[in-house]
């Protein structure tokens, strides 16, 4: 199966193409990724840099080692990024078409609401962890 997908925003004034590492699909349980989008970010890893078309993402830094991209007229969650870097992390909801995703991990476990868990078996790091790599 390819690892090209497309994707685009919901107004339609973004699209890109990006080319997965895999087919893996982890969640980012901080507050800042639950800030953003309401919930924990649903997200698969890119580590080259995506082409897009149309009007450009808007991009706001949101710490000192990533930047968060998002359509400018309807506001669409596009990516996380690490600054400096070409890696990418894309909502999968933003990719177009169905593929074999496989849920394998949950970050900044330490951070997740007591409210909700995933039934799903993955491997769990905690934010130190993730910052540590």
């Known amino acids: 199966m390819s690892l090209s997908r497309q994707g685009g925003c919901l107004c339609g004034a973004i699209q890109f193409t990006a080319t997965l590492d895999n087919h893996d699909v982890s969640a980012c349980h901080c507050s800042l990724c639950r800030t953003w989008g ?42 996380y990024r690490l600054t400096g870097k070409d890696d990418h ?23 997740r609401p007591a409210w909700y868990c995933f039934a799903n078996q993955t491997r769990e790091m905690t934010g130190e962890q993730v910052q540590a790599l």
């Open 89 to 111: 992390y894309f909502p999968v909801g933003v990719l177009r078409g169905d593929a074999d995703w496989q849920f394998t991990l949950q970050i900044f476990v330490e951070q």
């Open 38 to 79: 309401g919930g924990p970010m649903l997200a698969v890893h890119c580590s080259q840099a995506p082409r897009f078309e149309g009007a450009p993402p808007s991009v706001y830094r949101s710490s000192e080692w990533a930047e968060r991209g998002f359509c400018g007229h309807c506001g669409t969650h596009l990516f």
